[in-house]
């Protein structure tokens, strides 16, 4: 790494605060639309630093945004810190101990992802103040990435509109710029509503909400065989209709998130789930009502955006671990199977590297391995404006998303250091987009021609809100 750039120097000033800053939300773990505490620490670190804030960005209040600079294009840094419920985990154990039993936790590493954009955004602050370039810095502190899809509704009410470029990042077990590939995805919750009755005196006189849900389950299964095959269907009970198996349950509500590459197959598989749901409530007698409650787009790739990261990344190198960092890791490891712990190597298409248990290089751009997609509110932004993403390396290899020991590792020396050089390659990748208007020019065009050939639909009927 170069120690001599300047970007360095202003990481350096910030690193301690922002490090703070991640561990103080892994401590106040909160999910979607709840962030109340995480995002007053974001605001206050904001106004601390000296930037233009908008709170209540978009109508969302657990939606922040912080400006600095004058003139010039503006650079959107996109920052994240809600958490994930059933995941509370101590920290620095490779053991699972709840801290609080079905309590929350920070299994996805979002603690780390808001204060990182922040750090960049503090960093490309310092360097436009201190050189006079002219150029605006935005940090955008987003709630509910975890389902709830805030960046779709912020795009949907403008608040990217006079942004030129967009650079965010994830935490990971691999350092490299993140692959195109996302899932659109659609939330609907489905209330079916029938009539409650004696299940023993008078069964005859109920009409099951449950069994609608059951019925509507048993369709679905039917028609995977009949999708196409980067197509995904969950669904999760929200209201079982009660405790009382001797009362016929007079309403029930399942949220099915439905999820396809494009879409436009999206749209196609959310109308034929719509139709199961509408068969089953004939069969029971009951009624339906499918409501969105959050959706998401594919990303829009971004070449000329993925290649200026790449070329950040390969100047600042892999992650500086040190040996401590890696016993650590070594002890999550043990917790893993030999199939976790193989998959990022398929993913980036490389042969496992001997007593190798923390990535401390870059991977290739765009290593053509095994593709393991999910669905992010990022995408949505990816449509406004050029945008790139960039995974940088806190978890030791094979850590699965979404796990317990995410949240074990996520006040970590390692993870603080993969935080920190995350926060490098994104105010690096800002500064050099301000610097060259050529390359900015490119970007945008790109964005452009693409969104001539597919233009965008905002997947959010204009009638849903966050549920705030």
Avoid at 93 to 99: G, K, Q, S
Avoid at 282 to 295: N, R
Avoid at 362 to 386: C, F, I, N
């Amino acid at each position: 790494m170069r120690n001599t750039h300047p970007i360095q120097h202003h990481i350096a000033t910030h690193r301690q605060d922002l490090t703070g800053l991640a561990d103080r939300v892994w401590g106040t773990p909160e999910t979607l639309y709840q962030e109340h505490a995480s995002c007053a620490e974001h605001t206050a670190m904001l106004k601390a630093k000296g930037f233009r804030v908008t709170e209540t960005l978009g109508g969302i209040p657990t939606a922040v945004m912080g400006e600095a600079g004058e003139g010039g294009p503006v650079i959107a840094i996109l920052g994240e810190y809600d958490a994930l419920p059933g995941l509370s985990q101590v920290a620095g154990i490779a053991e699972p101990r709840a801290l609080e039993d079905g309590g929350n936790g920070h299994g996805c590493g979002h603690n780390l992802l808001g204060a990182a954009a922040l750090l960049a955004a503090c960093a490309l602050k310092d360097w436009l103040e201190e050189t006079g370039t002219p150029g605006r810095v935005r940090y955008y502190g987003c709630p509910a990435e975890e389902g709830g899809a805030a960046k779709t509704f912020l795009v949907r009410e403008g608040a990217f509109r006079d942004v030129d470029a967009a650079i965010t990042w994830h935490p990971n077990d691999m350092t490299r710029v993140d692959d195109p590939e996302s899932l659109a995805n659609t939330r609907i919750d489905f209330t079916f509503t029938g009539r409650s009755s004696h299940a023993a005196m008078s069964p005859h006189l109920g009409r099951s909400a449950l069994d609608a849900v059951e019925l509507m389950s048993v369709g679905v299964n039917y028609l995977r065989e009949h999708m196409v095959q980067d197509a995904r269907i969950h669904y999760a009970y929200l209201d079982a209709g009660g405790r009382a198996p001797n009362v016929v349950q007079a309403k029930a509500v399942v949220r099915y998130s439905i999820r396809a590459l494009t879409s436009a197959n999206m749209r196609a598989l959310v109308d034929r789930v719509r139709d199961v749901a509408k068969g089953a409530a004939l069969m029971t007698g009951t009624q339906v009502e499918g409501k969105v409650f959050s959706a998401v787009s594919e990303n829009l790739v971004n070449e000329v955006m993925d290649r200026t990261m790449h070329a950040v990344l390969e100047e600042i190198g892999g992650v500086p671990f040190d040996e401590a960092d890696r016993a650590y890791a070594r002890a999550i490891q043990a917790t893993l199977s030999a199939e976790d712990i193989a998959t990022p190597w398929r993913v980036i298409k490389e042969k496992p590297r001997a007593d190798t248990p923390l990535c401390d290089w870059v991977v290739r751009l765009r290593p053509g391995g095994e593709v393991l997609v999910g669905s992010t509110d990022v995408a949505d932004v990816t449509w406004a404006v050029p945008t790139t993403e960039v995974l940088v390396s806190t978890l030791a290899i094979g850590t699965p998303g979404h796990s317990w020991q995410v949240t074990a590792q996520g006040k970590s020396p390692g993870a603080h250091k993969g935080m920190v050089h995350a926060g490098l390659a994104m105010a690096r990748c800002a500064q050099r987009l301000i610097e060259d208007p050529a390359l900015l020019t490119e970007a945008r065009a790109e964005h452009a021609a693409r969104l001539a050939e597919t233009p965008y639909v905002c997947p959010i009927p204009a009638d849903v809100h966050p549920p705030v």
